[in-house]
């Protein structure tokens, strides 16, 4: 019985680990907003479910992030008076977005898409979409998304040029929250990172390809840093590994010949 319980606590202990997939990505805000619109057919309930999939939804941010209103008064949901402010005209949608992503929104308005704004160039939900709207990633520089425009050679450039860039800091990032787990002190190399993530992410809107393979190959550099400094730790935890490995070993071989030597002296 007491193995039986003994087993039964081993197997569920990493269970204790494991957080629930709720609380991983941040729970949909279920606003008036998502309550009327969500039971409605067509064009009025369709924006729920575009959104429902979008990189808004995953991180909790309602209509009312974007569109204003009250969403917890559903007769003043709309009003101009509680903040309401509606769909923005097309010129005004990278303004619209730029309230929450002022970075983002310099980066656009100096390349060459956003100098083309009101002229017929495309804006913030040209390519990442208006309700569903999606992460900003190199997946979004692809060939049916960009010939909507114009060819794919320039972006395909840009994008082969910045791939190998961004493999680099998922992986460094990965690594560096194994580290992190494991009690090691990151905090240094993770403020590196997020300063060259935020460089990184200033090319998503650069359209000149000299200028993203330059500064390309700069970041590059600064990650070769971040990866000395893991290969320090992690030369340093093996050397860890094989002293105790030999610790271990030498305790085993002292325990053999203390139990033979007790043998025969019995």
């Not at 269970?15 to 309550?35: D, N, S």
Request: aromatic share 4%; net charge positive; with cysteine.
């Amino acid at each position: 019985m007491i193995r039986k319980n003994i087993l039964a606590i081993l197997l569920l202990a990493p269970l204790l680990f494991l957080k629930p997939a709720a609380a991983v990505a941040a729970e949909q805000p279920e606003t008036v907003c998502i309550q009327c619109h969500g039971s409605m057919p067509d064009r009025l309930g369709a924006p729920v479910n575009l959104w429902r999939g979008s990189i808004h939804a995953e991180n909790g941010i309602s209509c009312n992030g974007c569109h204003g209103g009250d969403p917890k008064d559903a007769a003043n949901a709309m009003s101009p008076q509680r903040g309401f402010l509606g769909a923005p005209k097309e010129k005004d949608i990278p303004a619209f977005c730029g309230r929450c992503h002022p970075g983002v929104y310099k980066d656009y308005l100096a390349s060459a898409h956003g100098r083309a704004l009101g002229a017929g160039g495309p804006t913030c939900v040209t390519c990442h979409s208006n309700h569903q709207v999606m992460k900003a990633s190199l997946a979004l520089i692809n060939e049916k998304s960009c010939t909507r425009c114009h060819s794919f050679e320039r972006a395909k450039a840009i994008r082969d040029a910045m791939s190998g860039t961004e493999a680099r800091i998922v992986g460094i990032s990965g690594r560096i929250a194994q580290f992190q787990v494991s009690g090691v002190d990151t905090e240094k190399m993770g403020k590196a990172l997020f300063a060259v993530r935020n460089r990184f992410h200033t090319l998503f809107h650069d359209v000149d390809v000299n200028r993203v393979k330059n500064e390309s190959a700069a970041i590059n550099k600064e990650l070769d840093k971040l990866d000395a400094a893991l290969k320090v730790i992690d030369d340093e935890h093996a050397r860890r590994r094989v002293v105790g490995g030999i610790a271990v070993a030498a305790a085993l071989l002292l325990a053999i010949l203390f139990h033979l030597m007790k043998k025969t002296y019995d």
